[in-house]
């Protein structure tokens, strides 16, 4: 029986590279420390049948450091992307890669994909991360790729906004705390 797996979200590739954040502080927020993480992550995000899902229940170190190599290799592509700059050799070649450990999508489906059979690899877990990834990295939307313009920050987003000038991954963050920022410079000069 062949396994159906729904499209994924065009940003799905962004947020698995934004689990780790805070990236530019000297402790960035790690979300993925355990296998158990990244499993929990994929069975909230990934959108994986449960019955193809429950083939990970043993992901091990190894299975967990390869996908977060991945996830940097991605999360570099995309921030040289938003910085203007042209994909890192290393990293396309990386993700590369990984996307060749994904099974093929075969048919489209009412809503999804449909894959033959597949084992319990990491290709197959991440498939829908893979895809997402680089149907955005080759897709019209990559000129929408930015990242957040707090240092501190680093969060990688689609600029969906009319102007396409967003800046800040969320005003209630990021734009907020920099907006706050001016105010309290602009009041120590007077």
């Known amino acids: 029986m062949p396994n159906l797996i729904p499209a994924p979200a065009d940003d799905l590739g962004l947020a698995f590279a934004n689990t780790r954040y805070w990236r530019g502080t000297a402790e ?14 994929i ?27 991945w996830r940097e ?27 060749a450990q994904a099974p093929p999508r075969q048919r489209i489906t009412h809503g999804g994909w449909e894959i033959a059979s597949t084992d319990a690899s990491l290709g197959a877990l991440l498939a829908p991360v893979l895809w997402s990834a680089a149907d955005l990295l080759v897709g019209r939307r990559l000129a929408r790729v930015r990242q957040c313009a707090n240092p501190a920050c680093g969060y990688l987003f689609l600029d969906d906004s009319k102007s396409g000038n967003r800046r800040w991954c969320s005003m209630s963050s990021c734009g907020n705390r920099a907006k706050a920022h001016r105010h309290y410079m602009r009041r120590k000069e007077m």
């Open 73 to 99: 290799a991605m999360f570099r592509c995309f921030a040289a992307t938003a910085a203007g700059k042209p994909l890192p050799d290393a990293d396309v070649a990386a993700f590369n890669a990984a996307l």
């Open 43 to 69: 069975e909230q995000n990934g959108r994986l049948p449960p019955a193809l899902l429950r083939r990970f229940a043993r992901a091990d170190a190894a299975t967990l450091a390869a996908a977060l190599a």
């Open 28 to 41: 960035p927020t790690e979300e993925l420390r355990a296998p158990p993480d990244l499993l929990r992550w």
